[in-house]
């Protein structure tokens, strides 16, 4: 027990990183972090996408961006309540499940379309 102790102690960083956390709702997506909120209406959502970045694999280097029809919300891969939203990214009617495996691979820049809204 006092190894992990002295593990934690000796990669505790004084500012801890903060992530966020991702709402997800029949209505909305919400991103929150202690600063703000960023809200996009799931009906208002035209297209999903992953952006990677070669900055990892120790920095955040995965986002997602939202982007609906007057806003663009982006978070972090490593945000609290991902899960749930991958969940609803996969069940999106038209989800490219190429394009999001080929995120997990990808080391440099780069913008995945994973979902794009269909018109009628």
């Not at 600063?35 to 280097?61: C, K, N, Y």
């Not at 945000?79 to 749930?84: S, T, Y």
């Amino acid at each position: 027990m006092h190894l992990f102790s002295w593990i934690r102690k000796l990669i505790h960083t004084e500012h801890p990183i903060e992530y966020g956390r991702v709402l997800v709702s029949q209505t909305e997506i919400v991103y929150r972090t202690s600063h703000s909120d960023t809200a996009v209406s799931i009906t208002e959502l035209v297209q999903i996408s992953i952006r990677t970045t070669p900055e990892g694999p120790f920095v955040e280097d995965v986002y997602f961006v939202l982007k609906g029809a007057s806003t663009t919300l982006t978070f972090p891969q490593q945000a609290n309540g991902v899960g749930e939203f991958v969940e609803l990214l996969t069940e999106l009617p038209g989800f490219n499940s190429e394009a999001f495996l080929a995120t997990m691979s990808c080391t440099s820049d780069h913008e995945f379309l994973c979902w794009k809204r269909t018109l009628p």
